[in-house]
């Protein structure tokens, strides 16, 4: 429900012409990280027992003369609406609508070892040629027993690991018997 309310802000932020998306998301991610950074910050915002207008104080008047102007009528109606806590999924939603615009996505690619940065270009060239966007991966540890390629964005995974390739032979070892 949340990304729903979040994308109409976002559609409404990107009919704005005097202000660039650019900017727009530099602002709200500053935001969105001092919401994100303290557990106790977010549970202010989400608080029925704190009046909205004192939420906008708190949090986005002390930054208000930093802000283009409209940014701060948007932050100032999401305060009355009592939405500030959207704050972090309205960020989520304008990158996702900035990758689309621009064809471009981001991805991860998690392993147990160490990848190679060839392999990495390697994925985003394959990836690339077959979803028709441009792919840009990075590398994240994780407890994975071989490699997973992931753009979520497009839905896009790629698994490569032990436990796929045993099930895989255990299944075509099933289907010859």
């Known amino acids: 429900m949340s990304s729903l309310i979040a994308k109409r ?7 704005l012409k005097d202000i660039s998306v650019d900017e727009i998301l ?18 202010f915002l989400k608080s029925p027992l704190v009046k909205n ?10 930054i208000s003369d930093k802000l283009n102007e409209k940014i701060v009528a948007l932050l100032k109606l999401m305060a009355q609406k009592g939405r500030l806590a959207l704050i972090p999924d309205l960020v989520n ?3 996702k609508e900035i990758q689309a615009k621009s064809n ?16 990495i270009e390697k994925l985003e060239k394959k990836l690339s040629s077959y979803s028709g966007a441009d792919v840009k991966l990075s ?7 071989g490699v997973r390629a992931e753009v979520a964005d497009l839905g896009l995974e790629l698994n490569f690991s032990k436990e796929r390739v045993k099930e895989a032979l255990i299944e075509h070892i099933e289907k010859a018997l």
């Open 9 to 15: 802000y976002v559609k409404a932020l990107l009919e």
């Open 26 to 43: 530099e602002s709200l991610s500053a935001i969105a990280e001092v919401i994100n950074s303290d557990k106790k910050t977010m549970e």
């Open 53 to 62: 207008e004192d939420k906008y104080k708190a949090i986005i008047e002390p």
């Open 93 to 95: 939603e304008l990158k």
């Open 104 to 119: 471009s996505y981001n991805g991860v690619v998690i392993s147990k070892d160490d990848v190679d940065e060839t392999l």
């Open 139 to 145: 590398y994240q540890k994780g407890d994975i027993d």
